[in-house]
């Protein structure tokens, strides 16, 4: 019977490691930890939950880590995990594994949280590929992705992963866009580093110079990528942020034929339409029809967790609270009501 192994890299992970290692212990035959220059206690609370801990000196290349890693476990089956993840549900995913023949790659939900408005926090889910046969690597200096052509399936495993939070990036700052820089040196105009760098760029707030690593991967990648409808969302907000409504407006109606059962790319566009609006108020009596329509159009189309990097209450709370603010700004008292009552029900939902 096929036994798993976690495989994980880390550096500096001590807030979080024993979180992430007690949710998988008791799932997997063994844990691997390759810990990569820590200066914290992260190599003793690994190993004091269980895990064998190996060490390696970081060569600015997390597919290099990741490889060196699972290099190190003789498992049919590898589950790689970051430390500011966790598993959350779907166990008997990684119990069925042992009864499977390790010829496919295991795509798995990861629920990231995302910090909302005000206090709230937010959750995207992706689909990402981190259950890994046997001699299965990595390739990519950062952002790095499984090489191979094996079937990639998806399993009912879900993941928590608080990374993103803005906590935990202060410390990150600047270490990927290096290695972004360096890779897109290597690679020049390749389509997915540039939508990496820009995202990196953008979730700082740096949407200038976000804005023509988006243009490029646009240009550049294929429309089919997996990529692509986080990159046309993003590329939507980064050029409201910077007030290029003319832009933005060709960009909607180009992608709208792809993209138009996408509960996110309605709630931006139409979050995008408002910023227009308040900005020109003389479009505004045009404008508001199409704002509401475009909220309204994300709440029938609901949440779609299929979707890659979609944002989960878009389809439904989120677009439902901006109703009842567009209502209630507009003196429409009882639709703003309505509104604000399914946002709360969905939400507690």
Same mark, same amino acid.
């Given at each position: 019977?096929?036994?798993?192994?976690?495989?994980?890299?880390?550096?500096?992970?001590?807030?979080?490691?024993?979180?992430?290692?007690?949710?998988?212990?008791?799932?997997?035959?063994?844990?691997?930890?390759?810990?990569?220059?820590?200066?914290?206690?992260?190599?003793?609370?690994?190993?004091?939950?269980?895990?064998?801990?190996?060490?390696?000196?970081?060569?600015?290349?997390?597919?290099?880590?990741?490889?060196?890693?699972?290099?190190?476990?003789?498992?049919?089956?590898?589950?790689?995990?970051?430390?500011?993840?966790?598993?959350?549900?779907?166990?008997?995913?990684?119990?069925?594994?042992?009864?499977?023949?390790?010829?496919?790659?295991?795509?798995?939900?990861?629920?990231?949280?995302?910090?909302?408005?005000?206090?709230?926090?937010?959750?995207?889910?992706?689909?990402?590929?981190?259950?890994?046969?046997?001699?299965?690597?990595?390739?990519?200096?950062?952002?790095?992705?499984?090489?191979?052509?094996?079937?990639?399936?998806?399993?009912?495993?879900?993941?928590?992963?608080? &990374?993103?939070? *803005?906590?935990?990036?202060?410390?990150? +700052? #600047? !270490?990927?866009?290096? =290695?972004?820089?360096?890779? $897109? %040196?290597?690679?020049?105009?390749?389509?997915?580093?540039?939508?990496?760098?820009?995202?990196?760029?953008?979730?700082?707030?740096?949407?200038?110079?976000?804005?023509?690593?988006?243009?490029?991967?646009?240009?550049?990648?294929?429309?089919?990528?997996?990529?692509?409808?986080?990159?046309?969302?993003?590329?939507?907000?980064?050029?409201?942020?910077?007030?290029?409504?003319?832009?933005?407006?060709?960009?909607?109606?180009?992608?709208?034929?792809?993209?138009?059962?996408?509960?996110?790319?309605?709630?931006?566009?139409?979050?995008?339409?408002?910023?227009?609006?308040?900005?020109?108020?003389?479009?505004?009596?045009?404008?508001?029809?199409?704002?509401?329509?475009?909220?309204?159009?994300?709440?029938?189309? &609901?949440?779609? *967790?299929?979707?890659?990097?979609?944002? +989960? #209450? !878009?389809?439904?709370? =989120?677009?439902?609270?901006? $109703? %009842?603010?567009?209502?209630?700004?507009?003196?429409?008292?009882?639709?703003?009501?309505?509104?604000?009552?399914?946002?709360?029900?969905?939400?507690?939902?």
């Amino acid at each position: 019977m096929p036994s798993i192994a976690l495989v994980m890299i880390a550096r500096n992970e001590a807030r979080c490691i024993q979180r992430c290692l007690a949710s998988a212990r008791p799932w997997v035959d063994e844990m691997l930890v390759l810990d990569t220059g820590s200066g914290d206690a992260t190599p003793r609370l690994a190993a004091e939950a269980g895990a064998r801990v190996e060490h390696a000196v970081w060569q600015d290349d997390f597919a290099w880590a990741r490889n060196r890693a699972l290099a190190m476990t003789a498992a049919p089956w590898r589950l790689v995990l970051d430390a500011d993840e966790w598993i959350e549900g779907g166990t008997e995913a990684l119990a069925a594994l042992r009864a499977q023949p390790p010829d496919f790659v295991g795509q798995v939900r990861v629920v990231s949280l995302i910090g909302g408005a005000g206090a709230s926090l937010e959750q995207a889910p992706s689909w990402l590929p981190r259950v890994l046969p046997a001699g299965v690597g990595y390739e990519g200096r950062v952002h790095e992705q499984p090489a191979t052509a094996l079937p990639r399936r998806r399993l009912g495993l879900v993941v928590g992963h608080d &990374g993103y939070l *803005p906590a935990q990036q202060e410390g990150k +700052r #600047g !270490r990927n866009e290096a =290695l972004l820089r360096r890779a $897109l %040196a290597e690679q020049p105009g390749d389509a997915y580093w540039s939508y990496q760098l820009g995202k990196d760029l953008e979730i700082r707030g740096a949407y200038a110079d976000a804005l023509p690593h988006y243009e490029l991967a646009h240009r550049a990648g294929e429309a089919r990528a997996a990529w692509r409808h986080d990159l046309v969302v993003r590329l939507l907000f980064t050029l409201k942020k910077l007030a290029r409504f003319e832009q933005a407006a060709a960009l909607a109606e180009a992608e709208r034929p792809r993209w138009g059962d996408s509960p996110d790319f309605h709630f931006t566009l139409g979050d995008l339409l408002l910023d227009r609006a308040l900005a020109r108020p003389t479009e505004a009596g045009t404008l508001l029809p199409m704002i509401e329509a475009s909220w309204r159009r994300a709440v029938e189309i &609901g949440e779609r *967790p299929d979707l890659p990097d979609t944002v +989960r #209450g !878009r389809g439904s709370f =989120l677009a439902a609270h901006n $109703l %009842a603010v567009f209502h209630q700004s507009l003196g429409q008292a009882a639709l703003a009501a309505q509104w604000r009552e399914r946002a709360q029900a969905w939400r507690a939902g």
